[in-house]
């Protein structure tokens, strides 16, 4: 059921959770199915998400996005922000590497792989088998077979409304604040939480609690426990708060395949179910190690039509003829990237991509085709017959223990402690990057696929990496997993070290994030642990 203002908490719960968004929800769910009692309190009032207006939070520099960008409250949670792209993680980032340090978790990848179906399902993807089109080379220096899949219904909290509503087992709170996380004497397990609902104070109880709230508002509440309980802090993690990381991503390429033809192999695609799926290029493992690389993949994106670089006399036609009938301000919605931005467009330079094409008319009808495919469905490639797209890059970055967050002393009238955040992008992350553009490059010239087109010279490369380093939306390590507490704040079961009953959930307990973005395995591992608790809960049970 969903509480409205007023209601009295239900008295007899086995698991409190604390967040509604993706993983809050699917580890409720979960639970529900094992037999278990949950309450869910949720910071946000109801279904309809609405921007964040958070405890206060300092951002240290220009790298990391605003609360308000990476974070709603509301049944769903920041699944309302969310695109809906599904990325398995690749089996070694579970694995130690000597050239990423603290790298390595200390679960396999195979100990996650099971859930990966359930969590799919969950998050409304696809989950069977899909095909994969094979560029035909022995080259293996770059995998030609990474995919992501995306999600029907990327926004969770109404695609789930209606079946918590119905819920008997699972009962959500919205507008309930956690405040504090209350210890026993011994400090050895959480008692309760305390609370502010609809502007009033109140405790809930349970036998296990799990933050599920997000990396920053996880680590917020769990050094706010270490900063109220001194007589036990030795026994929090000095990783806590500690390696925060995210993905870098940008342009600073295009890509031009010598066979137009080959780009539909990198495309969106939809299977006979109407999912949509695509294939990305991904730098080997073994060539990784030996250059020292970070986990990165590639995709095309298709250039604007109103960008001339884009070189075709077809599209250059479809932009005129819509720019000048005031169509394509009304059609366009300002998503579509360009190489040098839209200020710098030329019109005459449309009239050249004209001029020098003479397959323009036979091109025509496709690149009109395609446009028109555009506007109802949200994963189409515009396909150039001239065979240049945008390269994005999604690359790993490094577990640096200087970038963390802190807690500031709380702000008059808020009811939780402020955060101060210090997210911070090393050279390793953007030499990463810039070697595994130049790798890509050589493979494909040598395979004679295509070359990449830099946007900008040699000299200006890192700065442009650099500049669009920025992120704060995937919220990776801050409460890391390690059998050790000197290591990591979570044990292999996403359980505090030293607390009995507190575990956390989300992507925070990633020690590394690989290039995947970070849903669907911080939903797998949630199914995971939902498993863990529910046999912790009968054990203990029955004993």
């Known amino acids: 059921m969903i509480l409205a203002d007023g209601d009295t908490f239900p008295t007899e719960n086995d698991v409190c959770i604390v967040g509604a968004g993706p993983v809050g929800l699917a580890l409720a769910l979960r639970l529900e199915t094992l037999g278990l009692n949950v309450i869910v309190l949720e910071r946000g009032s109801g279904e309809t998400s609405t921007p964040d ?38 089996d070694l980032d579970f694995q130690p590497r000597a050239h990423v340090p603290y790298s390595g978790w200390p679960i396999s990848h195979d100990e996650v792989r099971p859930y990966y179906k359930e969590a799919y399902k969950f998050l409304t993807c696809r989950t069977g088998a899909l095909r ?33 509503a119905r819920s008997r087992n699972v009962t959500v709170v919205p507008s309930a604040t956690v405040t504090s996380i209350d210890l026993d004497a011994q400090g050895d397990q959480v008692q309760s939480l305390a609370l502010k609902h609809a502007g009033r104070a109140a405790k809930v109880s349970a036998k296990v609690f799990i933050l599920a709230g997000g990396g920053l508002e996880n680590a917020r509440l769990l050094l706010s426990l270490q900063a109220a309980r001194p007589d036990v802090a030795a026994r929090f993690s000095a990783s806590l708060g500690r390696f925060y990381q995210g993905h870098l991503t940008g342009y600073i390429a295009m890509l031009k395949f010598a066979d137009p033809r080959k780009a539909r192999s990198l495309s969106f695609r939809t299977d006979d179910e109407g999912y949509s799926y695509r294939q990305r290029l991904q730098i080997a493992p073994e060539l990784q190690a030996d250059k020292k690389l970070l986990n990165t993949v590639f995709w095309i994106d298709a250039l604007s039509i109103a960008d001339p670089v884009h070189g075709s006399g077809a599209l250059s036609l479809c932009y005129l003829f819509l720019a000048a009938s005031g ?32 397959r323009w008319p036979v091109e025509l009808w496709q690149a009109t085709r395609d446009l028109l495919k ?41 009811s939780q402690a402020a955060l101060s955040v210090d997210y911070r992008v090393v050279d390793q992350d953007i030499d990463s990057v810039l070697t595994s553009h130049d790798l890509l490059d050589a493979w494909l010239r040598r395979n004679r696929i295509g070359r990449l087109e830099y946007i900008h010279p040699l ?12 992120d704060g939306y995937h919220q990776i390590g801050l409460s890391r997993m390690a059998d050790n507490p000197n290591d990591g704040a979570v044990d292999r079961n996403c359980k505090l070290h030293g607390v009995a009953n507190l575990y956390v959930a989300g992507s925070g307990v990633f020690p590394t994030g690989g290039h995947a973005n970070p849903t669907l395995p911080a939903v797998a591992l949630a199914l995971r642990l939902a498993e863990h608790v529910a046999k912790t809960l009968k054990r203990s049970t029955v004993s």
């Not at 094979?134 to 080259?139: A, E, H, M, Q, T």
Request: one cysteine or more.
């Open 327 to 358: 169509l394509y301000r009304r059609m366009s919605k300002g998503l579509a990237p360009t190489a040098r931005g839209l200020g710098n467009i030329d019109k005459q330079q449309h009239w050249r991509n004209i001029r020098q094409n003479a």
């Open 53 to 90: 207006v958070p405890a206060d939070t300092e951002f240290r520099n220009g790298h990391h996005a605003l609360s308000e960008a990476v974070s709603r409250p509301g049944i769903g949670g920041t699944s309302a922000l969310w695109g809906g792209r599904c990325v398995e993680l690749d």
């Open 132 to 164: 994969s089109e094979s560029l035909g080379l022995p080259d293996s220096a770059v995998v030609v077979d990474a995919i992501e899949r995306w999600s029907k219904h990327p926004a969770l909290g109404p695609h789930y409304s209606q079946r918590l």
């Open 459 to 470: 000299a200006e490369r890192r700065q442009a990496v650099m500049a669009q380093a920025f």
């Open 374 to 414: 555009r506007r109802t469905k949200p994963h189409q490639t515009l396909f150039n017959p001239k065979g240049r797209y945008l390269l994005r890059y999604h690359a790993e970055q490094v577990p640096n223990p200087e970038s963390r967050v802190l807690l500031k002393p709380q702000s008059p009238g808020s």
